[in-house]
């Protein structure tokens, strides 16, 4: 697993929902006047009429999806992850989820990886956003394959899921064949010592610097790719809980409510005494800068997962 190939997860989005509607002309796709973005254009040129757009109306996008998913669509509505979270939160709660009905959210550029757009747009909070709704899937792909496989998963699954991914290209960490579903993760490298739980491409990729680094010191850091929020993969994060000293979380988000809470709360629950720390958003806003510039301002890098682990393994 893992090569130097980078490739875009919006490409892999784009490439399946187009594939998956040949087949299947209930898949529906829906825009909020962002398709440059978003890449969706080609599904548009494919199938003009199973593709809306609805311009720049984020909330009135997910109600329009609800209605078409309520006369038995498979809708797929993308935008920015600040809006896909913040802006629509009540019509994705109560038109989508509450109604029980199948809306798949896409939420592109969360965290950091918003980069040069600034605060406005950087969703740090989308995931304790999304934990809160009952019933809600909540996925993070970490590469080309895994978005492929989980927006496959989406279209075959019956319920509201919520997608969010960078739209830059990223490291290839799996193969085509891969398998992922909803509730899975995948351990990406073992170890003896600590076990880094990462979700997303950017804090996967740091781990795996953070890894090399800490190998030079003794320290065998695992690397469990977690793939997915809600369902959480309770066996694969208890299973390294039992057997490393020290567990550290890796997300690119708000710690309050995010990933890290739900790890934590899981393992205060089941009684592990193993030792826990967390990497991601400490109760701050976002800001303009690159996206190399941002990781370092918000403690997201390969040097802090290090330093991190060098505390709780004196």
């Given at each position: 697993?893992?090569?130097?190939?980078?490739?875009?997860?919006?490409?892999?989005?784009?490439?399946?929902?187009?594939?998956?509607?040949?087949?299947?002309?209930?898949?529906?796709?829906?825009?909020?006047?962002?398709?440059?973005?978003?890449?969706?254009?080609?599904?548009?040129?494919?199938?003009?009429?199973?593709?809306?757009?609805?311009?720049?109306?984020?909330?009135?996008?997910?109600?329009?999806?609800?209605?078409?998913?309520?006369?038995?669509?498979?809708?797929?509505?993308?935008?920015?992850?600040?809006?896909?979270?913040?802006?629509?939160?009540?019509?994705?709660?109560?038109?989508?989820?509450?109604?029980?009905?199948?809306?798949k959210l896409i939420g592109m550029d969360p965290g950091v990886t918003a980069a040069?757009?600034?605060?406005?747009?950087?969703?740090?909070?989308?995931?304790?956003?999304?934990?809160?709704?009952?019933?809600?899937?909540?996925?993070?792909?970490?590469?080309?394959?895994?978005?492929?496989?989980?927006?496959?998963?989406?279209?075959?699954?019956?319920?509201?899921?919520?997608?969010?991914?960078?739209?830059?290209?990223?490291p290839v960490l799996y193969s085509e064949t891969e398998t992922f579903k909803f509730?899975?993760?995948?351990?990406?490298?073992?170890?003896?010592?600590?076990?880094?739980?990462?979700?997303?491409?950017?804090?996967?990729?740091?781990?795996?610097?953070?890894?090399?680094?800490?190998?030079?010191?003794?320290?065998?850091?695992?690397?469990?790719?977690?793939?997915?929020?809600?369902?959480?993969?309770?066996?694969?994060?208890?299973?390294?809980?039992?057997?490393?000293?020290?567990?550290?979380?890796?997300?690119?988000?708000?710690?309050?409510?995010?990933?890290?809470?739900?790890?934590?709360?899981?393992?205060?629950?089941?009684?592990?005494?193993?030792?826990?720390?967390?990497?991601?958003?400490?109760?701050?806003?976002?800001?303009?800068?690159?996206?190399?510039?941002?990781?370092?301002?918000?403690?997201?890098?390969?040097?802090?997962?290090?330093?991190?682990?060098?505390?709780?393994?004196?």
């Amino acid at each position: 697993m893992g090569n130097d190939t980078q490739k875009e997860m919006r490409a892999a989005y784009v490439e399946t929902i187009t594939a998956l509607a040949e087949k299947n002309k209930d898949i529906v796709v829906l825009e909020a006047d962002l398709m440059n973005c978003t890449n969706t254009g080609g599904f548009k040129k494919a199938y003009e009429n199973q593709f809306v757009n609805v311009g720049i109306a984020e909330a009135n996008m997910v109600g329009l999806a609800a209605g078409l998913s309520a006369v038995g669509k498979i809708p797929f509505a993308s935008t920015f992850g600040c809006f896909a979270s913040r802006r629509v939160h009540d019509q994705f709660f109560i038109s989508a989820n509450y109604a029980r009905l199948n809306v798949k959210l896409i939420g592109m550029d969360p965290g950091v990886t918003a980069a040069m757009n600034g605060g406005t747009h950087m969703p740090f909070e989308d995931i304790a956003l999304m934990r809160v709704i009952p019933g809600l899937t909540i996925v993070e792909p970490s590469d080309y394959y895994s978005c492929a496989a989980l927006v496959r998963e989406a279209a075959a699954h019956y319920g509201c899921v919520y997608i969010r991914f960078p739209r830059k290209p990223a490291p290839v960490l799996y193969s085509e064949t891969e398998t992922f579903k909803f509730g899975q993760a995948k351990l990406l490298k073992e170890g003896k010592d600590l076990c880094f739980i990462t979700l997303g491409s950017l804090e996967t990729g740091e781990a795996l610097k953070a890894r090399e680094t800490l190998s030079k010191e003794g320290i065998d850091a695992g690397i469990l790719d977690l793939l997915s929020v809600k369902p959480l993969d309770e066996g694969a994060i208890l299973a390294q809980a039992a057997k490393v000293k020290a567990i550290v979380t890796a997300e690119n988000a708000q710690l309050a409510g995010g990933m890290g809470s739900a790890v934590a709360e899981l393992l205060m629950e089941r009684g592990c005494a193993v030792k826990f720390g967390r990497i991601g958003i400490r109760d701050e806003f976002g800001e303009v800068g690159s996206q190399d510039y941002l990781a370092k301002r918000f403690g997201l890098t390969a040097d802090k997962l290090v330093e991190t682990a060098r505390e709780l393994l004196p």
